[in-house]
């Protein structure tokens, strides 16, 4: 049997299929009147947390304005909605959250994200909301204003 010729490998073009770059859309966080404001007002180093983009404002006039009774929104709290189910954030702005220290196991900022799931109620309604701000409202502290 004939023995194959040495191939020179530094000749051998090697073709890869290159990715395309996912390109990340900067996050625009927008306040309960649709406003542009600053997410290092919001968030520690100004990042916004990983999968907070599945998340946007809260359009539902109703919705909106039975939050904005309970957090006037000159205040600057945010109000956003999973995109993939019935789960809602209240965002305290970093001047009024209360930094959860190393005793309550938490990152330092974590409590200015409230969590509000409606999942079990199969959708939000003004009553429900109601009821859930109100156990928000007891976390938060802000003082004189």
């Known amino acids: 049997m004939p023995v194959p010729e040495p191939v020179d490998v530094s000749k051998v073009e090697i073709k890869t299929a290159a990715k395309p770059v996912k390109k990340e859309k900067p996050f625009i966080l927008k306040d309960t ?4 404001v600053d997410s290092s007002e919001y968030f520690y180093n100004g990042k916004n ?4 983009s599945e998340f946007i404002p809260v359009e539902r006039e109703d919705l909106l304005e039975i939050f904005n009774k309970a957090f006037n929104p000159k205040m600057g709290f945010l109000f956003y909605k999973s995109i993939k189910s019935e789960v809602y ?7 009024y959250s209360t930094v959860v220290s ?6 330092d900022g974590d409590f200015q994200k409230h969590a509000l799931s409606f999942i079990g109620e199969g ?7 109601r009821s859930k701000l109100a156990r928000v409202l007891k976390f938060v502290k ?3 204003n």
């Open 89 to 95: 954030l209240v965002i305290v702005p970093l001047k």
């Open 33 to 36: 009147s649709g406003e542009v």
């Open 123 to 129: 959708s939000v309604n003004p009553d429900t909301l």
């Open 49 to 52: 947390p990983i999968g907070f």
């Open 142 to 144: 802000i003082g004189d």
């Open 102 to 107: 190393a005793e309550q196991e938490s990152a």
